[in-house]
């Protein structure tokens, strides 16, 4: 079976006015399993924002812990206070537990129905309702396929638009037909998930009139990608130095002044770009993509070396290996450029992208 890999991510929207976003999501990748759980407190501000993110840390802990799904949702149910006034739960919640090969559960508490999207468009999926502790909570066993991918919002999404543009708000109908009109087969998790997000910021007319969150987990292939950033001090490991870095890995790229000229052509290389001048562009586009409060889209279409290497990296890659020549570029004596501020930008885009959910080797030469 070929090798899959659990691709994750999401944005939020502040309602107006308000500091902390009252919904939460907690994400944990352990022992070949991935967690995703979205929590979305009553109301707004610090009062939703704690009631929200200590649901969604308890069901983590919880859940990725190997504790038993029911007994997860049982126990958070069980704590969870009730409004005397409107007597429903301080905050409602989806979890989303599955292996790097898709398969795994859902569950969901007063959420909005999350959306499958399979073979190319969006579908609901089969939902088996539970009354765990007295309520009503939907399961839904997972065997997803490459490709597939999962959505679940908090309700700020079926609420964009009411009183303004919409006047019952956004239809579940509607946000399926605006995913599957807008979905691209090889979009990232975080991607799709933001796509969404600033839909609903679109029909709120820039000022949300509630929390609104979607987070997206995708189902894809590995891709292994190689960066070479400069070579090495020892200019006789350079034979060895390009064997390493030309092995196992599905897209190769070189980024450097001495190592390529700006967006060049090597036989075998997928992508050469110049180098400390790009990966600076490539580090602020990292903290751009890693923001859940950012809107701006998260695939590239420009052509220069910075975006073409962001798609790469982001939107493709699942895992990435650095090879850092340490070496002295000649050519930047008098500037503003050493190996110290080289080191310093792998190692913040190396966290960067581990923020996303990609694994990262760093090799330094």
Request: with cysteine; hydrophobic share 40%; charged share 25%.
């Given at each position: 079976m070929k090798e899959l890999c659990i691709d994750y991510g999401y944005t939020s929207l502040n309602h107006y006015g308000e500091e902390l976003c009252g919904d939460n999501v907690e994400m944990s990748v352990a022992d070949g399993w991935t967690t995703v759980v979205l929590a979305d407190g009553l109301g707004s501000g610090v009062k939703a924002n704690i009631l929200s993110t200590l649901t969604s840390k308890i069901l983590c802990t919880m859940v990725s812990g190997g504790a038993d799904m029911e007994?997860?949702?049982?126990?958070?149910?069980?704590?969870?206070?009730?409004?005397?006034?409107?007597?429903?739960?301080?905050?409602?919640?989806?979890?989303?537990?599955?292996?790097?090969?898709?398969?795994?559960?859902?569950?969901?508490?007063?959420?909005?129905?999350?959306?499958?999207?399979?073979?190319?468009?969006?579908?609901?999926?089969?939902?088996?309702?539970?009354?765990?502790?007295?309520?009503?909570?939907?399961?839904?066993?997972?065997?997803?396929?490459?490709?597939?991918?999962?959505?679940?919002?908090?309700?700020?999404?079926?609420?964009?638009?009411?009183?303004?543009?919409?006047?019952?708000?956004?239809?579940?109908?509607?946000?399926?037909?605006?995913?599957?009109?807008?979905?691209?087969?090889?979009?990232?998790?975080?991607?799709?998930?933001?796509?969404?997000?600033?839909?609903?910021?679109?029909?709120?007319?820039?000022?949300?009139?509630?929390?609104?969150?979607?987070?997206?987990?995708?189902?894809?292939?590995?891709?292994?990608?190689?960066?070479?950033?400069?070579?090495?001090?020892?200019?006789?490991?350079?034979?060895?130095?390009?064997?390493?870095?030309?092995?196992?890995?599905?897209?190769?790229?070189?980024c450097g002044g001495t190592t390529s000229p700006p967006i060049g052509f090597i036989d075998g290389i997928d992508l050469v770009t110049e180098g400390v001048i790009t990966m600076r562009r490539l580090l602020a586009l990292s903290e751009k993509y890693v923001s859940v409060k950012d809107l701006t889209p998260k695939t590239y279409s420009k052509k220069d070396g910075g975006s073409l290497l962001a798609n790469i990296i982001f939107e493709e890659a699942t895992h990435v290996v650095f090879f850092v020549g340490q070496n002295v570029n000649a050519a930047h004596q008098g500037l503003d450029i050493d190996i110290t501020m080289k080191l310093k930008l792998v190692e913040r885009l190396a966290e960067n992208l581990r923020r996303m959910g990609k694994e990262v080797t760093v090799n330094y030469d």
């Open positions: 007994d997860c949702v049982g126990t958070i149910i069980q704590t969870l206070p009730v409004c005397k006034e409107r007597g429903v739960a301080y905050s409602t919640f989806s979890v989303i537990h599955v292996d790097n090969y898709g398969r795994g559960h859902l569950f969901e508490f007063d959420n909005p129905e999350a959306i499958w999207y399979h073979r190319g468009h969006t579908c609901d999926f089969p939902r088996e309702e539970m009354d765990i502790c007295g309520k009503k909570v939907f399961h839904t066993p997972l065997e997803l396929e490459s490709g597939d991918m999962v959505f679940v919002m908090s309700d700020g999404t079926i609420h964009a638009g009411i009183g303004q543009i919409l006047n019952f708000g956004w239809q579940r109908k509607e946000i399926m037909e605006h995913l599957d009109s807008n979905i691209d087969a090889h979009m990232s998790a975080r991607a799709a998930a933001c796509l969404l997000a600033s839909a609903c910021n679109d029909l709120y007319l820039d000022r949300p009139g509630d929390d609104t969150t979607v987070a997206a987990i995708r189902v894809r292939p590995r891709m292994e990608v190689h960066i070479m950033v400069g070579p090495p001090v020892d200019k006789d490991k350079d034979e060895v130095y390009v064997q390493r870095f030309m092995e196992g890995a599905n897209k190769r790229i070189v």
